[in-house]
């Protein structure tokens, strides 16, 4: 067994974990990353990446036909394979290779194989003892939970990496969680074909987000791409037959499709890297818990970003950890504050959910005297240049005390654009006063901030 000693260890190459050993190497140290599948993670071939590829068309064709003079020049239907073959080339066929060079060019050295702590600054990875003179960081991810439902064992479901690189097009399919994950899947496989039933068990769609959101996305999914929505119900058994699976739900109704994605949430991998060797318990779930300068336990040495920590389940979330760990290993003190104030989301469905900062409920739970400010979002003028009634809602919670926001929430047609300024007016507690004299330009979709301050009454 070969030993190799590193000023910096990173367990795990996907996004968080390829930016914090980037800015540590950049910082002078020398850093070794350890990777047991593909470099870039599950975002890059699994995640954000195909499944925004599988949606992008079925948006691009409902926009063309939603807009006079190229409505007429659209004919026929998608093309699936071509998506599918398009998608392939968004994951680069599920090859890494170019992902490399970016570490080569910053000489972090590539150790491919499962990463294991083996005690204090110690992680054995095959036959090699890698040493980190100052810290460790774990960046393992997290993986799709598996619900125990009786017979869900015995059928071969679907997870994300199946649902997003699914190289044929399912007859039919039933979608257990109606979260952005579930959501997504469901309308993009509806897009390419398939007859698809979709599976909540709260009471609505993206039940972490505003109310409306839910319900505005419910609406679409059945009226527009012909999902069968079902709410508030929970899948009791699983066996194989009918069309491939049946599903039998707890009101007594039951659902049959060729293929079961399950898509109820992730769970962190911390089950195999060594956690006991170090004197580690992992907390609720299995996730390891951190302090605001993401170290685990207090230990100066052993840090854990991403999906691995539980705090803020996003890709963006997990390369914003990976800064503020790397900041901290570099000896400049930063604590992680982004996750406490509300982290930015998308669902890219149709509507697209596009939130930051607390919900109004969140809000008023907070014991803040929250004021949710509403305004449509095909208000402003620039909306007609993408097609008439593509509707949403936009809404602004104000803390009446501060007189600032504290979150924000669109829907409608590409709203993620709006959602950085939110953030920054968020962030930096900026007054609404102040916001008012942030001008808009005519005729942008952008106006819809002058939409929500003047309903608020400035």
Excluded at 72 to 81: E, K
Excluded at 102 to 121: A, M, N, P
Excluded at 176 to 203: C, D, I, M, N
């Amino acid at each position: 067994m070969s030993k190799k000693e590193f000023d910096a260890i990173v367990i795990g190459a996907g996004a968080p974990g390829e930016v914090c050993a980037g800015r540590l190497a950049d910082g002078g140290l020398s850093v070794a990353i350890v990777e047991s599948h593909l470099v870039g993670g599950e975002c890059s071939y699994y995640a954000c990446m195909p499944s925004k590829a599988l949606l992008r068309p079925g948006e691009l064709l409902a926009e063309a036909r939603r807009v006079p003079g190229v409505a007429a020049a659209v004919s026929g239907d998608l093309d699936p394979q071509a998506v599918l073959d398009r998608r392939d080339e968004v994951i680069h066929d599920l090859d890494d290779s170019g992902q490399l060079p970016w570490l080569e060019e910053r000489d972090i050295e590539l150790f491919r194989g499962e990463g294991r702590l083996d005690g204090e600054r110690r992680v054995v990875v095959g036959e090699e003892t890698l040493t980190a003179r100052q810290a460790v960081v774990v960046a393992t991810g997290s993986g799709a939970a598996m619900p125990p439902i009786d017979g869900l064992d015995s059928v071969q479901a679907w997870n994300n990496r199946d649902a997003t690189t699914s190289k044929r097009v399912p007859e039919s399919m039933i979608v257990l969680g109606g979260g952005p994950v579930g959501s997504e899947l469901a309308q993009a496989w509806s897009t390419l074909g398939s007859k698809v039933t979709l599976v909540e068990g709260e009471g609505r769609l993206l039940p972490r987000e505003e109310p409306f959101a839910g319900e505005q996305v419910a609406a679409s999914l059945g009226d527009s791409y012909g999902i069968d929505v079902r709410t508030g119900v929970l899948a009791e058994k699983v066996s194989s037959g009918g069309a491939g699976v049946v599903v039998e739900l707890n009101d007594g109704s039951r659902a049959e499709a060729e293929e079961l994605l399950v898509a109820i949430g992730r769970v962190p991998r911390t089950g195999e890297i060594g956690l006991d060797s170090a004197g580690v318990e992992p907390g609720e779930h299995g996730f390891l818990e951190t302090d605001e300068r993401l170290r685990v336990g207090g230990r100066e040495w052993l840090y854990a970003i991403g999906d691995v920590n539980g705090r803020a389940l996003f890709t963006h979330m997990g390369k914003y950890q990976a800064w503020v760990a790397a900041e901290n290993v570099l000896g400049r003190e930063v604590e992680a504050i982004a996750e406490g104030i509300g982290s930015p989301r998308v669902t890219f469905t149709d509507p697209q959910v596009a939130a930051v900062g607390k919900t109004l409920a969140q809000a008023e739970e907070a014991g803040i005297d929250a004021r949710a400010v509403d305004v449509p979002t095909d208000g402003a003028a620039g909306a007609s240049f993408q097609g008439k009634d593509t509707g949403g809602t936009s809404r602004l919670v104000v803390d009446q005390a501060k007189q600032t926001i504290v979150g924000a929430t669109f829907t409608g047609f590409e709203t993620a654009d709006f959602l950085h300024a939110a953030t920054i007016a968020i962030v930096g507690e900026v007054p609404l006063d102040r916001l008012r004299h942030a001008v808009a330009a005519y005729p942008t979709r952008s106006e819809i901030w002058l939409k929500l301050i003047e309903s608020y009454g400035l």
